[in-house]
């Protein structure tokens, strides 16, 4: 399922459509971020105008514009990475960043995610932040690397 349509079900399920705010919430939850083209797709579908619905999105300090780069946690819970732990390090992972799996952060800084190996198994737990990976990752070096 594509990201429109995933709104497209949202909308469907508003009981008010004049009430674009639970959509962009979610869309705000969902990518951690709310581009142009997102904005233009939630006017078009609610039948509102381009402007009146960036305005909303403007003037709440929860939603972003595009523009800001989430920052990709992928935490490695394959076999070995999990033999070495890493259950432990994605749940720290939620309580550092108070999400879940899938989940942004309300700031809009960080995305949780789990990944099927990086191909550095024997070098496990693995975490990928951004770009980079990071090998034998404790609960310690987890907190430097995700600093809220
Ligand atoms: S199992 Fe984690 S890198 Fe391969």
């Known amino acids: ?30 990518y951690g971020f709310i581009s142009k083209e997102m904005i233009k797709f939630v006017a078009d579908k609610l039948d509102r105008f381009e402007f009146s619905v960036e305005n909303t999105v403007k003037y709440y300090p929860h939603l972003k514009m595009e ?26 992972a939620k309580k550092i960043l108070g999400v879940g799996e899938d989940e942004t952060t309300p700031n809009g800084d960080y995305k949780l995610m789990t990944q099927r190996c ?13 770009d980079e990976i990071y090998n034998k990752v404790t609960p310690e070096i987890l907190k430097r690397l995700i600093k809220k």
Not at 118 to 130: R, S, W
């Open 1 to 30: 399922m594509d990201k429109f349509e995933k709104i497209m079900e949202i909308i469907e399920k508003l009981e008010d459509k004049s009430n674009e705010l639970e959509v962009l919430e979610y869309i705000q939850k969902e």
């Open 67 to 92: 523009g800001k780069q989430v920052i990709e946690v992928k935490i490695c819970t394959h076999t070995a990475c999990s033999n070495n732990g890493s259950k432990k390090i994605l749940e720290e």
């Open 118 to 130: 990086f191909g550095q198994c024997g070098k496990g737990p693995n975490v990928k932040v951004g």
